[in-house]
């Protein structure tokens, strides 16, 4: 007999919350599809503004001033648009120029990942009439992205294929315009898979680069406040009190499993530092946080901790689990030499509280010395003038009050 159950004199049958669970989720995907949309199409105006700009400016010889103008009219004539503004109107002519030949914009990773789907061609594949509107497929990369997105990036990175390598990962990824501006500014372009690792040897091909690149090197913690010398599990403390940014600078698929993970051997105590899941990799990744330079008995720690997790934790389905040592300082012959011997796959790499400032601003900014020195100097200085404003006080002749010159107290 089917139970039911009565909610506002109403039947529901028990299939009610599948029902309005696949209804919220066809919602939010078409919902999603929607703004995607949008947004494409938006993204695809702006391009096409600055292709009829760019065309007018090369085929009639129009100078700059016709954007100033162009801005000022189009609010007079549409106030309710927003979004152009004499600069932003400069952004979609930039935009057009940079994209205008984008033969290194492919599609974007969604597509290339679903099997027998048809990619349409990039903008570069499509010639574009001179006075009409190109034809631009909706599913590419270029056109995937927010608008904010393209500013940030065409305005802080110039190289093209590295600009290419972070749209795919704010994509992919979901990175937010503030986070994609934090990515830039630690450079995590040049820091993806640099890592010393033994997966080459350990791990098949294709699985191998895959998790290579799944790492970085160094990891930059600069959203902690540490002061030297401190400890391990202070680190690891702190490390956790931030983890949502902490797992931004991991990289997309880590999930948090535990901290200090109590392993039982042979009647003895281990404990694992930090114990991540990776939803891509289908493995687990066991973090060993280390102050100082990398020493080689790390490495064998760590191959008995996997051997542990793989034994205890792992399930018949997951890849074999990935150890990560993570030390303020590594030696990259060092850890070379250390993990040629082990048999489990091991990354290591550094860690930095702060980043290094670029050498041109080093050799422009004053060193901590030179701060104290001028401090120390200024005081010197302000002492100097404070005493001889005091000598100068102390013998100029003191003005008596007017009353007292008239001889007659005020009353």
Same mark, same amino acid.
């Given at each position: 007999?089917? !139970?039911?159950?009565?909610?506002?004199?109403?039947?529901?049958?028990?299939?009610?919350?599948?029902?309005?669970?696949?209804?919220?989720?066809?919602?939010?995907?078409?919902?999603?599809?929607?703004?995607?949309?949008?947004?494409?199409?938006?993204?695809?105006?702006?391009?096409?503004?600055? &292709?009829?700009?760019?065309?007018?400016?090369?085929?009639?010889?129009?100078?700059?001033?016709?954007?100033?103008?162009?801005?000022?009219?189009?609010?007079?004539?549409?106030?309710?648009?927003?979004?152009?503004?004499?600069?932003?109107?400069?952004?979609?002519?930039?935009?057009?120029?940079?994209?205008?030949?984008?033969?290194?914009?492919? %599609?974007?990773?969604?597509?290339?990942?679903? !099997?027998? #789907?048809?990619?349409?061609?990039? +903008?570069?594949?499509?010639?574009?009439?001179?006075?009409?509107?190109?034809?631009?497929?909706?599913?590419?990369?270029?056109? #995937?992205?927010?608008?904010?997105?393209?500013?940030?990036?065409?305005?802080?990175?110039?190289?093209? %294929?590295?600009?290419?390598?972070?749209?795919?990962?704010?994509?992919?990824?979901?990175? #937010?315009?503030?986070?994609?501006? #934090?990515?830039? &500014?630690?450079?995590?372009?040049?820091?993806? /898979?640099?890592?010393?690792?033994?997966? @080459?040897?350990?791990?098949?091909?294709?699985?191998?680069?895959?998790?290579?690149?799944?790492?970085?090197?160094?990891?930059?913690?600069?959203?902690?406040?540490?002061?030297?010398?401190?400890?391990?599990? $202070?680190?690891?403390?702190?490390?956790? &009190? $931030?983890?949502?940014?902490?797992?931004?600078?991991?990289?997309?698929?880590?999930?948090? +499993?535990?901290?200090?993970?109590?392993?039982?051997?042979?009647?003895? @105590?281990?404990?694992?530092?930090?114990?991540?899941?990776?939803?891509?990799?289908? =493995?687990?990744?066991?973090?060993?946080?280390?102050? /100082?330079?990398? !020493?080689?008995?790390?490495?064998?720690?760590?191959?008995?901790?996997?051997?542990? +997790?793989?034994?205890?934790?792992?399930?018949?389905?997951?890849?074999?689990?990935?150890?990560?040592?993570? =030390?303020?300082? &590594?030696?990259?012959?060092?850890?070379?030499?250390?993990?040629?011997?082990?048999?489990?796959?091991?990354?290591?790499?550094?860690?930095?509280?702060?980043?290094?400032?670029?050498?041109?601003?080093?050799?422009?900014?004053?060193?901590?010395?030179?701060?104290?020195?001028?401090?120390?100097?200024? /005081?010197?200085?302000?002492?100097?003038?404070?005493?001889?404003?005091?000598?100068?006080?102390?013998?100029?002749?003191?003005?008596?009050?007017?009353?007292?010159?008239?001889?007659?107290?005020?009353?």
């Amino acid at each position: 007999m089917t !139970k039911r159950n009565t909610h506002n004199n109403l039947t529901v049958s028990p299939g009610f919350p599948t029902l309005l669970k696949e209804i919220k989720a066809r919602i939010q995907q078409a919902q999603t599809r929607a703004i995607m949309a949008a947004n494409a199409e938006l993204v695809r105006l702006y391009w096409d503004i600055g &292709r009829l700009i760019d065309a007018r400016q090369e085929r009639e010889g129009w100078g700059a001033a016709v954007i100033p103008r162009l801005a000022s009219a189009l609010h007079n004539e549409l106030p309710e648009e927003k979004g152009f503004s004499e600069r932003n109107i400069k952004r979609m002519l930039a935009f057009y120029r940079e994209y205008s030949d984008a033969t290194l914009i492919g %599609p974007q990773p969604v597509a290339q990942l679903r !099997k027998g #789907s048809n990619v349409p061609p990039s +903008v570069a594949q499509l010639p574009a009439p001179a006075d009409e509107p190109a034809h631009i497929a909706p599913d590419t990369l270029l056109w #995937s992205l927010p608008w904010a997105h393209h500013v940030i990036l065409l305005e802080k990175v110039k190289h093209l %294929p590295t600009r290419q390598w972070y749209m795919q990962q704010a994509l992919a990824e979901g990175w #937010s315009r503030n986070t994609l501006a #934090s990515m830039i &500014r630690s450079e995590v372009h040049a820091r993806q /898979g640099k890592a010393v690792t033994n997966f @080459d040897r350990l791990l098949p091909a294709p699985q191998s680069d895959l998790v290579r690149e799944t790492l970085k090197d160094p990891y930059v913690f600069d959203f902690l406040t540490l002061d030297e010398p401190f400890h391990e599990r $202070e680190l690891e403390a702190n490390l956790l &009190r $931030e983890l949502e940014r902490f797992l931004l600078e991991l990289g997309q698929g880590f999930a948090f +499993v535990g901290r200090q993970l109590h392993l039982d051997v042979g009647e003895s @105590d281990f404990y694992v530092d930090l114990l991540f899941y990776h939803l891509k990799l289908r =493995c687990f990744v066991v973090i060993d946080l280390k102050t /100082g330079a990398f !020493k080689p008995e790390y490495a064998g720690k760590m191959n008995f901790y996997l051997s542990v +997790v793989d034994d205890k934790l792992r399930h018949a389905n997951d890849s074999p689990s990935i150890g990560l040592i993570l =030390c303020q300082d &590594r030696n990259h012959i060092v850890a070379e030499y250390a993990l040629r011997g082990v048999n489990k796959p091991i990354g290591v790499s550094e860690y930095e509280l702060t980043r290094a400032l670029p050498k041109n601003l080093q050799s422009a900014l004053p060193t901590v010395e030179e701060i104290e020195a001028e401090l120390s100097e200024a /005081g010197k200085i302000g002492r100097a003038r404070a005493s001889k404003a005091r000598e100068a006080n102390a013998s100029r002749p003191r003005r008596q009050p007017s009353h007292a010159k008239r001889g007659g107290r005020r009353k």
